[in-house]
């Protein structure tokens, strides 16, 4: 089973109309405590032939995810294939999000150089190019900070990832 928790799914299917998160054939996932949006776009599809838990998740609106076939809801789109047996559990939903995000998609790097890009949320993230990669731009990179770190059990990235960057609040 694929597990989720406190992430952010935002608008990043490859094409318009497609979903951030699509559950396939036969596939588990429990996915929580996670914003999905924007607001009227594609967020979540379950084609699984099962029931997914999606509970405790923000869909970008208080009034919980937009359910097409129900006419309700009027956050990001939250959707299943019923002919399959396929259901999302979404109940409850979160009125407020759980974490803030940014995204910038013009980052730059070069080799050897550092940018650095301080959001609208105080936080400030610093690249360095490594020393034989070739110049970009257009880049993307994204910001995300817990609004409450209470229900998180394991604050610590795994080993291999940038855990000499992650600052975790006492």
């Known amino acids: 089973m ?5 992430s952010a799914f935002q608008d990043n299917g490859l094409s318009t109309g497609d979903y951030s998160v699509f559950v396939n054939t036969g596939a588990e996932l429990a996915l929580e405590h996670s914003s999905l949006g924007p607001v009227a776009t594609s967020a979540f599809f379950n084609n699984a032939g099962n029931t997914v838990s999606a509970v ?6 208080s009034a ?4 097409p ?11 299943w294939n019923p002919h399959n047996g396929s259901y999302v559990d979404h109940l409850p939903f979160l009125s407020i999000p759980p974490l803030d995000t940014q ?3 013009e980052i730059g790097l070069s080799a050897k150089a550092t940018t650095t890009w301080s959001t609208a949320m105080g936080l400030a993230l610093s690249l360095k190019g490594a020393p034989d990669i070739s110049p970009t731009s257009g880049g993307l990179a994204a910001a995300l900070r817990l609004q409450d770190i209470s229900a998180l059990t394991n604050p610590t990235p795994p080993h291999g990832t940038f855990a000499e960057i992650l600052e975790v609040p006492a």
């Open 2 to 6: 694929a597990s989720f928790s406190h």
């Open 56 to 61: 405790s998740n923000y869909w970008d609106h």
């Open 64 to 67: 919980g995810p937009f359910l």
């Open 69 to 79: 076939w129900e006419g309700h809801g009027s956050g990001s789109t939250l959707s």
């Open 103 to 105: 995204i910038n998609e």
